[in-house]
């Protein structure tokens, strides 16, 4: 079977989405005035529909606790079909399911009324693919009411990316679910709800409207959070370039899809969650069909590389709590001071050096806990070793704060090799971008680059 033509003939650009964008035309604007014709009608129905009857139907309709309780057994039952179904096996291939979990699968997913697999499938593919663009059918960049129904009430501006379906179009079982696609929403939606509390206990109008009507408004709206909610809600633990969002209120909301910042990263992964107290029933659930030999193959992304993205969201939150901070002068813009003149200059104002770097400790001879004397005693000299323990040994917080009184570097005065006496604690362990690791925080060789440089203190 060829694969989807629209493949072969995309073009090999430096940005597809942007090339698109420029190359094709979307639809116009929806305005007052074309606004009754850029309805997609059928969606509009259903979606209006389904709350107003689910409202008349609890004002007039007796809720029995059996029918109670079937109603959220048949809402986690049809939700699954999309969250299980339709969202991690057919779009994301993320487990492989035999022949038996498949039809089940497609039959429950088809009660939530929300297309056939290939449609649903295709959508999501693309929405993965160009995520925040206007490729992506439910944008988040459009707002929270558009990726929520907006996008399904008016017809689509732009044509979705290309997303390769081609897998799908052979399946057997999602080719069997397109066919009787109008059947099996009317049995799974309406006559199954309604026929089931009939029999069980004399509830046929109970769960018609309770079964039916308001556990659909439950699933639509609960599924639809993961296009809205997911992409509002929440924090970015895994990857900030995206809108994708981890929330446990989004996975209460929507069987367990609401940590759809690790989903947008690791869409293969068959969990969603990955501790095991995130609430991820879809998750358990496949575990379980995999326990029962119904499911195989459950896709787990590597540990290494889950950690990572973690650890870069972290160091970037610590880089600017970095960024926030004043830190010490570097040695390579200070000027390079000899020991003559270091001594001239100390005679008219109190500099101290110390591994190196010479210090103006005029603002801080008062306030020197060990007392001034010993301050004084120490200008104009090498009070190195006097600091790191001749006479007290200096804590972490006195050698970060002598670090922000530097105002030269002797000339030949530093110890070759990174020196803890040369680097402040607070600086021993830095976040540094890729781009600033070749040009050394303090190298040794400082001195020697500015060999033929003899400058004043600033
Ligand atoms: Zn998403
Ligand atoms: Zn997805």
């Known amino acids: 079977m060829a694969v989807d033509p629209s493949l072969d003939d995309a073009p090999e650009v430096e940005n597809y989405v942007s090339h698109t964008l420029k190359t094709t035309k979307p639809l116009s604007p929806v305005t007052w005035d074309n606004f009754m014709s850029e309805l997609n009608w059928l969606n509009v129905a259903i979606l209006t529909i389904v709350p107003i009857m689910s409202i008349l139907g609890i004002c007039y309709t007796k809720l029995r606790w059996e029918t109670a309780l079937f109603s959220v057994f048949y809402y986690y039952f049809t939700g699954l079909g999309i969250t299980a179904g339709y969202h991690r096996l057919w779009a994301h291939r993320s487990y492989n399911a035999g022949k038996f979990l498949q039809y089940f699968l497609a039959i429950a997913g088809a009660g939530a009324v929300e297309g056939s697999i290939k449609w649903w499938s295709r959508g999501h593919r693309a929405h993965h693919r160009y995520t925040d663009t206007e490729l992506d059918p439910y944008n988040a960049g459009e707002g929270f009411w558009w990726s929520h129904v907006g996008w399904m009430l008016i017809k689509p501006r732009r044509k979705p990316g290309v997303a390769d379906v081609s897998d799908l179009s052979k399946n057997e079982v999602v080719r069997w679910q397109h066919r009787h696609y109008i059947l099996l929403i009317l049995v799974m939606s309406f006559v199954l709800p309604t026929v089931v509390p009939w029999l069980g206990w004399g509830d046929a109008m109970g769960g018609y409207i309770y079964g039916g009507f308001v556990r659909l408004l439950f699933v639509h709206h609960s599924t639809f ?120 200059q100390s005679a008219k104002r109190p500099l101290i050096l110390i591994a190196g770097f010479i210090h103006d400790v005029a603002s801080f001879i008062d306030e020197h806990p060990g007392g001034a004397r010993y301050i004084i005693k120490y200008i104009g000299r090498d009070a190195t070793t006097a600091f790191f323990g001749g006479v007290y040994d200096h804590s972490n917080a006195a050698h970060n704060l002598l670090a922000m009184k530097r105002v030269g570097v002797l000339h030949g005065g530093m110890p070759l090799g990174v020196d803890d006496k040369l680097v402040p604690p607070s600086q021993r362990l830095r976040v540094a971008r890729y781009a600033e690791l070749s040009s050394p925080y303090n190298s040794s060789t400082a001195c020697s680059d500015h060999d033929d440089k003899e400058g004043m203190l600033g």
């Open 225 to 344: 959070c993961v296009n809205s909610l997911a992409h509002w809600l929440g924090d970015s633990p895994f990857d900030d370039k995206h809108t994708p969002r981890d929330h446990v209120i989004t996975a209460l909301c929507t069987i367990g899809e609401g940590y759809h910042n690790f989903h947008h990263q690791f869409p293969m992964d068959y969990r969603n969650a990955i501790k095991w107290y995130q609430y991820d029933p879809t998750k358990w659930f496949i575990w379980v069909c995999e326990k029962l030999g119904l499911a195989s193959h459950l896709k787990v992304f590597p540990e290494n590389e889950v950690r990572k993205g973690q650890l870069t969201m972290e160091l970037k939150r610590m880089r600017e709590a970095q960024e926030k901070l004043s830190w010490p002068q570097d040695s390579n813009d200070l000027p390079v001071i000899s020991w003559e003149s270091y001594l001239e």
